[in-house]
DNA sequence: TTAGTGCCTCCAGTAACTGGAAGGTCAATA
DNA sequence: TATTGACCTTCCAGTTACTGGAGGCACTAA
């Protein structure tokens, strides 16, 4: 099948599965025109990419998990450290979003947003006053 | 003050700071060395910009967020604004993240993580199953 | 034959820095 | 005075994961 097709069949943008090939993670066919004629098991890999990608992974995780995948002789162990090293990157960073969270609304809260220049939350910005979320 | 000093003061690396020049946030003095000569009011700046990046504003909005404080004549609404599509943003990656994580959480408590090969995390990843966190 | 769509490659741009090379400056020391 | 060594400069390239666009074939239908 074309790149169209594929595009559809795993909710990758064409571009995206170019980029895919160009950095090495699914190697397609081509036609006698040069078209890429993309096989089931390109399909999968490409679903199985765009799912890792869409639980967080980085592209290079997906291509570890993708070789694990396709090495029998890998263990739970190898794949479980990836998802739990990732999971950790997950847990900080909504640690670290929420505690921006916290801040900003915190201060946007304390804004009047009316016509009026005084703003706590570019005071805040300025350090002028110490307003911060308890 | 060198920018050393002005690194130290604003917890910025040098060559952040750099780099905020060359995109037009400061425009530190210059001695007749060359030397960037940093003012108490550039130190400001570059902290206000450091609390900003903190909160997660894009250096974009941390242009805009520095024109609004030097400007005496903008509303609180203005900056209240950006504050606001900022926060929502943050809420959406943050609900973005927690199903990611929710998912990731499942799939890890799923796998024995042993010398076997035999793991949930591909599976669901190649969608043979259907391993999804409820 | 022509139009329209789809495909190709290659180049550049995005966000916000960061690393490193090559080289000038300054203060203290031998 | 010469020389370290720390500090400063600019400029170029790389990072992540794509995305947009230009220029140009290929295919299909009318």
């Known amino acids: 099948m074309n790149i169209k097709e594929a595009s559809a069949r795993t909710n990758l943008p064409a571009k995206t599965i170019r980029y895919y090939e160009d ?7 081509r036609n006698a025109n040069g078209y890429r004629a993309f096989e089931e098991s390109d399909i999968h890999k490409l ?11 980085t592209v290079e995780e997906c291509r570890t998990l993708l070789h694990l995948y396709e090495d029998t002789t890998r263990t739970s ?4 450290s990836i998802a739990r090293d990732h999971l950790a990157r ?5 640690a670290e979003m929420k505690e921006m969270r ?8 304390c ?6 220049p005084n703003c706590p939350i ?11 979320s308890g």
Chains 1, 2 share one sequence.
């Open 102 to 109: 916290k801040t900003l609304a915190h201060l946007v809260s």
């Open 47 to 57: 679903a199985f990419i765009g799912r890792a990608r869409g639980l967080g992974f």
């Open 122 to 132: 570019l005071d805040s910005l300025a350090a002028d006053q110490s307003v911060k």
């Open 23 to 29: 950095i090495g993670l699914v190697q397609p066919d």
């Open 90 to 94: 997950i847990d900080q960073r909504i």
């Open 77 to 80: 162990a190898e794949v479980k």
């Open 111 to 116: 804004c009047a947003g009316d016509d009026r």
